[in-house]
C-alpha cells in the first residue's frame, strides 16, 4: 500500500505571495453563495470544477474549519501514513486542500496512486459531492470558538494572502456573523453535528489532541486502518508537540512557518476577548450548540469560561 497527495500546484506559492502584495485588502476575499473565499487560493473556476471531483473510498481525508489545527493534523497523518506503509514520502510545499488546485491540477488527482490525503476547509455542502457518495473516511477537527477566533485574527493580519483583521472588535464582530472566509464557525460545527453519528466520519476536537496526543493518535490511525505498534504511536506524538512542529516548520511551511505555527495553546482567547465579548460568544455558543453531541464533546464551560 502507498501514500501519496496531490501534486505541487502550477503557481508556486511565492507567485502567489507577490500576487497578494500588489492586491489591494478590499479584493483578496469575494462571495460565493453567501460565503468568502480568498480570490488568489480559491478563484469561482477552482471552486466550479471541485464539483466534478471523485473520491476513492480508501481516501484519508481531513476536513477542518479554519484555524482548528488542520496543519497539525496533516502533519500527524503524514507520519501515520508513512510509519504504517515504511515509506518515507516528502513533503509537499503546501498543505492538500482540494480548494486550492487549480482546475489543471485537480485533473491529475485521479491519476493518483492510493491512498491518497486530502484536505479541506469547506463546509460539508460545498465539499464534493463524492466524498459523501464513496464513502471515504472523514476526521474532522473542531478547536473551541474563542480560541479559533483569535487563531484566525492573528493569521488574517500575518498571511499577505487575506486581508487585514484589524481591528480585533471588528473582526469578533465579522466571526460572530460569518462574515469570514470560509463562512460561519457555527453553520460547519451544526452541519457535522448531523454526521455525528456516521460512522465514516470521526471527531477529534483540538483540546483532545492537546490533552492526550499518544492516545489520539492511535485512534487515528485505527480510525483510518493504518496500523502502529505503541513505538511508532509514541514516536510520532513526540514528533507532533508543538515544539517540535515549530523546530521544523521552516522546512514544512516555509516562510509562514511560524504563521502557521504561533502559540499552540489552549486558553489564548483569554489576552484579547473583553468581558462583553466572552458573554456574547457563550451566548452564541448555548443559542446554537446547547444539546448538541459536538457541543458537548467540545468541553465549552472547561475551555471558554
Ligand atoms: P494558534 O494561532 O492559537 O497558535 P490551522 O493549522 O488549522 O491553521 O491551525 C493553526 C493553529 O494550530 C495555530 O493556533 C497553531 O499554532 C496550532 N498548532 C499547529 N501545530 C500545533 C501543534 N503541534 N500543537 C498545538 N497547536 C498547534
Not at 476575499?29 to 471523485?54: A, C, N, Q, V, W
Not at 473516511?137 to 498571511?159: A, E, G, Q, W
Not at 480585533?168 to 448531523?194: N, Q, T
Not at 496526543?213 to 514516536?235: M, Y
Request: charge should be neutral; hydrophobic fraction near 35%; include cysteine.
Amino acid at each position: 500500500m502507498s501514500q501519496t497527495e496531490p501534486p505541487s500546484q502550477e503557481r508556486p506559492m511565492k507567485a502567489r505571495m507577490e500576487l497578494a502584495a500588489k492586491m489591494k485588502d478590499e479584493d483578496k476575499l469575494y462571495k460565493r453563495d453567501g460565503i468568502l473565499y480568498s480570490t488568489i487560493l480559491s478563484p469561482p473556476e477552482t471552486l466550479d470544477k471541485l464539483k466534478d471531483l471523485e473520491a476513492r473510498d480508501d481516501d484519508v481525508v481531513l476536513v477542518a474549519y479554519p484555524k482548528c489545527g488542520f496543519n497539525w493534523v496533516v502533519a500527524v497523518l503524514r507520519k501515520i501514513m508513512n510509519a504504517s506503509t515504511g515509506k518515507n514520502e516528502a513533503l509537499p510545499d503546501r498543505p492538500p486542500l482540494v480548494e486550492f488546485l487549480p482546475p489543471d491540477v485537480q485533473q491529475k488527482l485521479s491519476e493518483m496512486p492510493p491512498r491518497r490525503l486530502l484536505g479541506t476547509h469547506l463546509h460539508p455542502d460545498n465539499m464534493p459531492a463524492s466524498f459523501f457518495s464513496k464513502k471515504p473516511k472523514i476526521l474532522v477537527v473542531f478547536r473551541n470558538p474563542k480560541d479559533t477566533v483569535v487563531s484566525y485574527f492573528h493569521f488574517m493580519n500575518k498571511n499577505p494572502v487575506l486581508p487585514s483583521a484589524e481591528p480585533w472588535d471588528k473582526f469578533f464582530s465579522d466571526f460572530m456573523s460569518g462574515e469570514v472566509p470560509w463562512g460561519s464557525y457555527f453553520d460547519h460545527a451544526l452541519a457535522w453535528e448531523k454526521r455525528f453519528d456516521d460512522p465514516n466520519v470521526r471527531i477529534v476536537t483540538y483540546e483532545e489532541l492537546k490533552q492526550n496526543l499518544p492516545e489520539e493518535v492511535k485512534k487515528i490511525s485505527e480510525f483510518f486502518g493504518f496500523p502502529l505498534t505503541e513505538e511508532q504511536v509514541n514516536s510520532i506524538a513526540e514528533q507532533s508537540t508543538f515544539r517540535a512542529m515549530l523546530e521544523t516548520s521552516n522546512k514544512s511551511h516555509g516562510n509562514l512557518g511560524s504563521v502557521f505555527f504561533r502559540k499552540g495553546e489552549v486558553g489564548d482567547w483569554k489576552n484579547l476577548f473583553s468581558e462583553a465579548q466572552s458573554k456574547q460568544m457563550d451566548e452564541l455558543f448555548q443559542s446554537k450548540m446547547a444539546g448538541t453531541k459536538l457541543g458537548a464533546q467540545m468541553k465549552y464551560d472547561l475551555y471558554c469560561q
